[in-house]
């Protein structure tokens, strides 16, 4: 044990990295950076307050109801959207479906032969079943209006029977039971792909770059425009490979009876996908080829690989958190809604939300701005990596 | 692939033209001019920094000259399209490492629209790898890779070769081997031009150019250098030129 030779080995290692201003940056701005931005969104993140549209399909006790509902929404932070006269259920489904209202209590024909009756009326309330956790809180705004009104109708000691409705939630998308994986797997699909795709592609040409296979492979009669394509032809394939197994997973279901002395277990999350796994599957191709490109593009400014691991805070970790995984975009503080809509992945996680929790196909708007704009991003990124690329032979 | 104008019967397979190259305030490539007739090996001597492989990134148009102009086989460089009867030895290997020395073989065989097994196979036999084809890079030993290096820049039987250091960190028997090499790829017509910082290898070459902050202060065969400079050695003969031109004298 000689406390020198360690004391010249940490010495070392202080003076490598004293020089190395990007890892000093990232080792003390990167964290501050980070959680800032982080505390920032859950501050100042606002939950546009829910639309909601009450469907009395009885004209007496319920038309009261909802008369009441309507005059303690503001209370409740609800903002009541009317669907007109003879709104019956499949006009509240149509109105969630065209995003006009996030969610509708629906009060049963029954509701005062219930009430006379002394039963508790039995009141459903409609949510989308993208978002379980925004749902919960929408839903529990109009559950407190709801109570509210119910109050109001019968107020104690005057003789009127009390109006206590049970409520239950069902969803235009999806199940009332589904869970976070069920609405967060489709998302995690983009994710890693997104993730792992930067990473391999662009260690992959650094190493290009730095070993001196790219001087000598620019010696050659390759055009610029061969490198980026073959590049993400290559990674595509992985990309490919990839999400066929994520998806397989996140879909699978695979019961697998017992084995001798093994019980039997179950293979895959059980994720169930309203839409096709193809268009799924298009999405998240188009997302890694935008990072195939970025990561060529981004590579430039590295010389190590511990460069390129660095650029995860930067390119990788703002994107989870303004992509609309955790936080969907439209809460988020209202400068960074700018910064999610320049985002690919903003884009990836919509699509694949719409195309798996709602079943959208090609005719969907949503779904085709969604395509639309990660190609276009994968163009730009495309164009950025081409120019970095540099040899006076075109 | 774009046109190649045919080089002239008689004409050099190199020419520069006043060629400079500037990064900055520094002279990288300071004016150089030369004519190379095909078929022979032309050595490029001086010390790091002199602007040799400035010079052969300039002749190989990956640079692009601050001014002047270079033609490879009559046509201008950068043309992409000339690059396919070019090969290019970089000073370090440029060879992919994961790969075997067949996939490195085949790889760059495919990007210079070699098909046919046949040439690349063969230039594995001339630097005798043609029994290694599927062992990793990786575990070949330094001069195992550049001599697999070397292969792949004859893998698409180039008329005209430039070797950046090509014997640089190998020993003695193996640069005996390359020297057969390139005399023997000469004596079929190709041109070679290559660089050195080791004098005792210019007396292999046809035409030496020596280099000095990045000008060619002296060229002819090693026999000439030496009887106009007076001495018995070429070191010696270095260092004259380099105060004879006022590029001082030291360092190398």
């Not at chain 2, 399209?81 to 067949?102: C, F, H, K």
Request: glycine share 10%; hydrophobic share 50%.
């Amino acid at each position: 044990m000689n406390a020198r030779r360690a004391l010249a080995l940490c010495r070392r290692l202080v003076d490598e990295l004293r020089r190395d201003h990007r890892s000093l940056a990232l080792l003390f701005v990167a964290p501050v950076v980070l959680t800032g931005l982080l505390a920032f969104i859950l501050r100042e993140q606002a939950a546009p307050e829910p639309r909601a549209a009450v469907v009395a399909l009885d004209d007496e006790g319920g038309a009261r109801l909802a008369a009441a509902i309507a005059s303690s929404a503001g209370d409740a932070g609800l903002v009541i959207v009317d669907l007109g006269s003879g709104a019956d259920e499949a006009a509240a489904r149509r109105a969630i479906e065209d995003d006009r209202i996030d969610l509708a209590a629906i009060i049963p024909v029954e509701f005062t032969a219930d009430l006379l009756a002394g039963r508790a009326p039995a009141l459903r309330v409609l949510t989308t079943g993208v978002n379980p956790p925004q749902d919960a809180g929408q839903m529990q705004a109009l559950q407190r209006a709801i109570a509210e009104a119910s109050a109001a109708l019968a107020p104690p000691g005057q003789g009127v029977p009390a109006v206590r409705p049970t409520v239950t939630r069902e969803t235009v998308y999806g199940s009332p039971e589904a869970d976070f994986v069920d609405t967060f797997a489709p998302v995690f699909i983009g994710f890693f792909a997104y993730f792992f795709v930067f990473i391999l592609t662009g260690v992959s040409f650094l190493r290009e770059r730095v070993g001196g296979t790219l001087e000598r492979l620019l010696a050659t009669p390759i055009t610029r425009a061969e490198i980026v394509l073959g590049y993400s032809l290559g990674f595509g394939l992985f990309a490919t490979i990839q999400v066929a197994v994520v998806l397989t997973w996140s879909l699978g279901w695979l019961a697998v009876g017992a084995l001798g002395p093994l019980p039997a277990f179950t293979v895959g999350l059980g994720v169930p996908s309203a839409g096709s796994p193809l268009l799924a599957y298009a999405i998240t191709l188009l997302l890694a080829l935008g990072a195939v490109n970025l990561a060529i593009f981004l590579s430039t400014y590295a010389r190590t690989e511990l460069q390129i691991i660095q650029f995860i805070p930067i390119v990788i970790v703002p994107q989870g958190f303004l992509a609309g995984i955790l936080f969907p975009v439209d809460t988020l503080p209202e400068i960074l809604q700018p910064v999610s809509r320049v985002l690919p992945l903003t884009y990836a996680v919509e699509g694949l939300r719409e195309v798996m929790i709602k079943g959208a196909d090609l005719a969907s708007r949503t779904v085709q701005l969604d395509l639309l704009v990660l190609a276009g991003i994968a163009v730009v990124f495309v164009v950025l990596a081409a120019g970095t690329i540099r040899r006076e032979v075109v | 692939m774009g046109t190649v104008a045919a080089p002239p019967p008689d004409g050099p397979a190199i020419e520069a033209v006043d060629l400079r190259k500037t990064f900055g305030p520094i002279h990288a490539v300071d004016g150089i001019s030369v004519a190379l007739p095909p078929g022979r090996v032309y050595g490029l001597m001086g010390p790091n920094g002199s602007g040799k492989t400035t010079l052969i990134r300039l002749l190989t148009g990956l640079a692009r000259p601050t001014s002047g102009q270079a033609r490879v086989l009559g046509t201008p460089m950068p043309s992409r399209a000339n690059l396919a009867r070019i090969g290019y030895m970089t000073q370090s290997d440029g060879i992919y490492p994961e790969l075997s020395v067949w996939e490195n073989m085949r790889f760059f065989s495919a990007l210079y629209g070699v098909r046919e097994r046949a040439p690349g196979l063969e230039a594995l036999r001339l630097v005798e790898l043609d029994d290694r084809l599927a062992t990793p890079v990786s575990q070949l030993s330094g001069g195992m890779r550049r001599r697999l290096s070397l292969a792949c820049a004859l893998a698409h039987r180039p008329p005209v070769l430039f070797l950046d250091e090509p014997t640089v960190g190998i020993d003695p028997a193996l640069r005996v081997q390359f020297w057969a090499h390139f005399r023997a790829l000469a004596a079929g017509g190709t041109t070679i031009v290559l660089s050195s910082h080791v004098m005792d290898e210019a007396d292999r070459c046809d035409e030496l150019f020596f280099m000095r902050e990045g000008r060619v202060i002296a060229h002819g065969s090693g026999r000439e250098l030496r009887e106009r400079a007076g001495t018995e050695d070429l070191e010696q003969a270095f260092l004259r030129f380099a105060v004879e031109t006022g590029t001082g004298g030291g360092e190398s």
